[in-house]
């Protein structure tokens, strides 16, 4: 049998502090939020392996981000209390639960109507039932509720998300994985007026969204 607040306090000690991972606030969340309540059922032993983990094989393939790509994210975003924050293809809840504990305001938007269902059950299970779970084009994001102060896109992206950066706030960030591959890069973005400063963060690799693919040009 695992102990699960163990392998929290593991993973905090040996896959965040170890990759930059330093904002006590974030540290004392991901080491309380219980992440085996957020993957399928019978995999809950997997929730803490420092791998992409999936957590919907339906109609829409989506993994939870590994702890140390993830708790990097979510650093660079500087989440503070009262803070509007979407959180795209958020499979089963895991990153917008972490968010709803910095105190942000979540919308967690999923594109499958079935997971979204799951994921407002595992939100109410770890005690982040205040998180609000809706359904639509991940790539549209949920304009009913911007301006936000901050994205999260759980899994890569071949282009600049377009749509979704112009659902910041002045001074809003969002934060991806951008690229595949050896080229691909955790990537913040900063909204100041219609410009939006990009910065690279670290490499990191995940699972490209399906609809933040580049369809192929014509080639002559």
Do not use: H
């Not at 163990?6 to 170890?18: E, G, H, N, P, Y």
């Not at 609809?211 to 014509?218: A, D, S």
């Amino acid at each position: 049998m695992v102990d699960f607040s163990q392998a929290r306090r593991m993973m905090v000690d040996s896959q965040l502090r170890t990759f930059d991972v330093n904002d006590i606030p974030l540290l004392d969340v991901m080491g309380s939020v219980p992440r085996e309540k957020f993957v399928l059922p019978g995999r809950e032993e997997l929730a803490y392996i420092d791998q992409d983990i999936l957590v919907g094989d339906g109609a829409s393939r989506r993994y939870m981000l590994s702890p140390m790509n993830l708790g990097r994210m979510i650093q660079a975003l500087g989440v503070d209390a009262g803070e509007k924050a979407l959180d795209v293809a958020s499979g089963r809840g895991y990153a917008a639960a972490v968010l709803a504990e910095l105190g942000a305001q979540v919308t967690a938007l999923e594109s499958d109507e079935a997971l979204a269902a799951e994921a407002e059950k595992s939100l109410a299970a770890a005690g982040a039932g205040q998180v609000q779970v809706v359904t639509g084009p991940l790539d549209k994001g949920w304009a009913t509720n911007a301006p936000y102060d901050v994205i999260l896109i759980n899994g890569g992206v071949d282009l600049r998300p377009d749509a979704l950066l112009q659902q910041l706030a002045e001074g809003g960030r969002l934060v991806c994985v951008k690229g595949r591959g050896r080229a691909a890069r955790a990537t913040l973005y900063v909204r100041s007026g219609d410009a939006f400063g990009e910065r690279v963060l670290f490499d990191a690799a995940a699972p490209v969204l399906a609809p933040f693919v580049q369809e192929p040009g014509f080639t002559f």
